[in-house]
């Protein structure tokens, strides 16, 4: 009797697996098939193919490697032409993501149940915290241009807004897990809400916060230095005069590279570094 | 952390120590609640000097942020007399695609015979253009002459004072209103006429559906009366609609298309590229050392050469387009993924693996069993949200390489007159993103917890 309902339990654990299987080999099947087409399309309405322009891909680095050889004495000297614009270019992404994360720790309370000022509003903050984030900084950074003129404003500007709807929405997550216990006791006390927040909330949130605030300086040092080649000033826009077609200075252009390249590479390393200590301790 | 070492739990409880531990740590908090905005402080100071904020206000134009918003959400129609041909032209932004046909000019612009049109500003204000002079009437029925005469242009007032709202000089003189603005130089009479909302949005003036109401629409498309023969009015509206010539309804979809397809095709082909060499570069499961070196270092590169550099060596081999984007997506994210998904393999739980392998499990059966369950949450969680930021680097680059939304965007915004298409892309962008946003969201939701 149990053999033979265990027999039965087996067909059925069989069956289901195999239903299993096929399920997601059905699935995989139209994943690689949406993939391919994909691909297709895209390769279809670029200006090049890309087995056209395949065995091109390394013409232009070898030109530039090739070119930056045969001038090798320029480079020390074009390393230090160009760091004050890699240091403008840090700047606009530290004091972005400084103003970014300020806005946010004020905005993300705002938006946390439990701890929001005004618990009706929540809604409109989480909605102002997503569109401040879907917004691409390079709209705000180009109509800032226009607006304020060329430089390094327009970058920071936009920036800190998108860093402001970006980190709003994960210091706001941070917070719903913090323990309310300690704001309660606040509260007993007659500690008005920034106090509750300072005092209560801060010094559990802050870790994390901080995590999350160095990943976003090291995207936005990435993000500060393509706003630069659209325009925005710092070592993107170096880049960009650098490379400009026809007139190439591929010496200067390796130098950049090179910059861009070890910076991202150290802050890279410095964050997660420091990420790691914040958040496990070590 | 210093009042326990302060305090030796062993020797009992120590009080002098265990105090000194506390006034030293009270001591480090006071100095970081202070010393950190003071810190913050200075180098926003720094900053006001380095990014020279004060020279902001002489570089900033107010009135280009001026015409920015008011063609945000309104649109202009110039009136515009060619003053050596005498022609007379009344088109919609002054486009050549707005113009309207010279028998069907809009009520506020009426021929008045003899070379004459009245234009009727907001406001009770008007224009009458003549071939010999203009004249701009106010509401309080003032009267001012502008004469473009060949020698120069010559203005008239009616107390032969020039007010603050007209700026004249020997070539041009300007009256700007809030009705509308008119200029008059020796070659052109120009006026423009504001108007609340983005214009010919659905229908451009040739197609025989402008100016219709909503209903009179629906109307049409139930009817069997033919606007075009051999072609049903539901399919000939949509046409129009979608061929729309200012608006470029259809080639906006497909940028946006294009767009999504870059951010989708990176991350998932570079998600799949970082898998199979995630396990190599992981330390419990690549015992060969100098292998797991050589690709990390291989991730660390990808990952800091960065999506700028990545997009302009491959725009030079490929050219501009969506291949483009979605490679340099590819590239730079191989990286990110590869260290991401590594760290989620180092931490994977020995047990399981542990108790396939007591049951003579293969390597691959093990991974398979006891390894890629504890990951797959990780990986998936991770993936679909760089879908959604991607979908937002995607615009970027394309602003950059040439392809997607990005690429109209920037286009309109370098033409510093079309804010209103600017923000009809934006509006776009925001939605597409908040959907992917959405989507990712409910699908991390519905594959992890199940």
């Known amino acids: 009797m149990t053999e033979l309902a265990a027999g039965g339990i087996k067909a059925d654990y069989m069956a289901m697996v195999r239903r299993r299987r096929m399920y997601s080999g059905i699935l995989m ?49 074009n390393l230090v032409t160009y760091v004050p614009a890699l240091i403008e270019t840090l700047n606009i992404a530290a004091v972005s993501t400084l103003i970014g994360s300020l806005l946010a720790i004020l905005l993300a309370l705002l938006a946390t149940p439990g701890l929001s000022l005004w618990p009706r509003a929540i809604p409109v903050f989480r909605r102002i915290l997503d569109i401040m984030r879907a917004i691409p900084d390079v709209v705000i950074a180009l109509m800032l241009i226009f607006v304020l003129g060329g430089g390094p404003v327009p970058a920071m500007l936009a920036i800190a807004f998108h860093t402001t709807g970006a980190l709003g929405k994960l210091f706001s997550e941070v917070a719903e897990n913090a323990d309310l216990k300690p704001v309660e006791g606040l509260q007993s006390v007659g500690a008005s809400w920034f106090q509750r927040m300072w005092l209560g909330v ?15 300086f090291e995207i936005n040092v990435r993000a500060s230095a393509i706003l630069g080649f659209v325009g925005a000033g710092g070592i993107g826009y170096e880049l960009k005069i650098a490379i400009g077609w026809g007139q190439g200075r591929y010496d200067a252009a390796a130098a950049i590279f090179l910059l861009l390249f070890l910076t991202i590479v150290v802050i890279d390393q410095f964050s997660s570094h420091m990420r790691n200590r914040l958040v496990k301790g070590h | 952390m210093a009042f326990t070492t302060g305090a030796t739990p062993d020797a009992g409880f120590d009080l002098a120590s265990a105090r000194r531990g506390a006034e030293r740590l009270i001591a480090r908090k ?183 109401s909503f209903t009179e629409l629906v109307g049409m498309a139930f009817s069997d009366d033919e606007v075009r023969p051999g072609v049903s009015n539901a399919a000939a509206i949509w046409s129009d609609f979608w061929n729309n010539s200012m608006w470029r309804h259809r080639d906006v979809a497909w940028a946006l298309c294009e767009t999504v397809l870059m951010a989708f095709l990176g991350t998932i082909s570079a998600a799949i590229i970082a898998v199979p060499l995630a396990f190599l570069s ?56 590869g260290k991401l998904f590594s760290e989620a393999l180092e931490n994977v739980d020995e047990k399981q693996v542990e108790g396939l392998r007591s049951t003579g499990a293969s390597a691959l059966q093990r991974n398979r069993f006891g390894v890629i369950p504890q990951v797959a949450p990780v990986i998936l969680s991770q993936v679909l949200y ?60 519905r594959l992890i917890r199940g």
């Open chain 2, 282 to 337: 992981a330390h419990n499961f690549t015992p060969n050392r100098p292998v797991l070196f050589g690709i990390r270092r291989i991730f660390d590169f990808l990952r800091g050469v960065d999506a700028l550099i990545w997009t302009i060596v491959l725009s030079r081999a490929f050219g501009p387009g969506p291949l483009t984007g979605s490679l340099a997506i590819l590239l730079t994210d191989t990286g990110s993924f």
């Open chain 2, 386 to 445: 760089y879908l959604e930021s991607n979908t937002r680097s995607a615009t970027v680059i394309g602003a950059i390489v040439g392809g997607g939304i990005g690429l109209l965007l920037t286009q309109a915004i370098i033409t510093q007159k079309d804010w209103e298409e600017v923000t009809y892309y934006i509006v776009l962008i925001v939605i597409v993103v908040m959907l992917m946003d959405t989507l990712s969201g409910w699908l991390r939701r």
């Open chain 1, 29 to 77: 099947i139209v994943f690689v098939a949406l993939l391919a087409s994909g691909f297709r399309v895209a390769n279809d309405r670029n200006a090049g193919g890309f087995f056209d322009g395949l065995h091109r891909v390394l013409d232009f680095p070898s030109e530039l490697v090739a070119e930056a050889v045969e001038k090798a004495a320029n480079l020390p000297a």
């Open chain 2, 30 to 212: 006071r100095m970081i609640a202070f010393g950190a905005p003071a810190l913050v402080l200075a180098y926003l100071v720094y900053i006001f000097f380095a990014f020279d904020i004060a020279g902001l206000a002489a570089r900033a134009r107010p009135e280009n942020a001026a015409v920015l918003l008011s063609d945000m959400y309104s649109h202009k129609t110039h009136v515009e007399r060619d003053n050596r041909t005498g022609a007379v032209e009344v088109a919609i932004e002054g486009e050549r695609k707005g113009t309207y046909p010279a028998d069907a000019w809009p009520a506020w612009v009426t021929p008045a015979g003899a070379g004459t049109t009245v234009v009727t500003l907001g406001h009770g204000q008007t224009v009458t253009i003549a071939p010999e002079d203009v004249r701009f009437v106010t509401v309080d029925g003032e009267t001012y002459r502008i004469v473009p005469a060949q020698s120069g242009i010559v203005l008239d007032t009616p107390d032969g004072e020039v007010p603050d709202w007209i700026s004249a000089s020997n070539t041009r003189v300007m009256i700007t209103t809030e009705g509308g603005r008119l200029t008059v130089t020796k070659a052109r009479t120009e006026v423009f006429r504001y108007f609340f909302g983005w214009e010919l949005f659905f229908f451009t003036l040739d197609s025989p559906f402008h100016g219709r």
């Open chain 1, 202 to 216: 801060i010094p559990q949130v802050a870790p994390n916060w901080l995590s999350y605030a160095l990943l976003r």
